[in-house]
């Protein structure tokens, strides 16, 4: 049994009332922080500060524009009718297993 609903809108609602966004821009307007958190968590000591703000900018574009020869731009990927154009848009929480933000997070963990 699914532990979330899709919403009116389109969101991922977990029964905690965890609301998955839709697409980078939803994500980053929440939490723009999120990819400097990271990147400072895993890297700092390792480089400078401007070689980290660096890495910060390159996995921002990353997650927000998937590459054109990307399986999930196709129609229908990840239950878009268009495809998805960004990595956020790729979250399925059936693949995830729920749509909690644990996994939500776990799931752009991982992305990074």
């Keep these: 049994m699914a532990s979330f609903t899709l919403s009116p809108d389109g969101h991922y609602v977990e029964v905690d009332g965890f609301v998955v966004p839709r697409n980078f821009g939803e994500f980053f307007k929440r939490d723009p922080l999120r990819v ?39 129609p229908g990927a990840s239950q878009i009718r268009s495809g998805c154009s960004d990595v956020i848009e790729c979250f399925d929480p059936v693949g995830h297993f729920g749509a909690s933000a644990a996994r939500f997070h776990n799931f752009v963990n991982l992305c990074l």
């Design 36 to 74: 400097r958190r990271w990147v400072t968590k895993r890297l700092r000591g390792r480089f400078d500060e401007d070689r980290l703000l660096d890495l910060e900018q390159d996995l921002l574009v990353y997650v927000c524009a998937l590459p054109a020869n990307s399986r999930f731009r196709k």
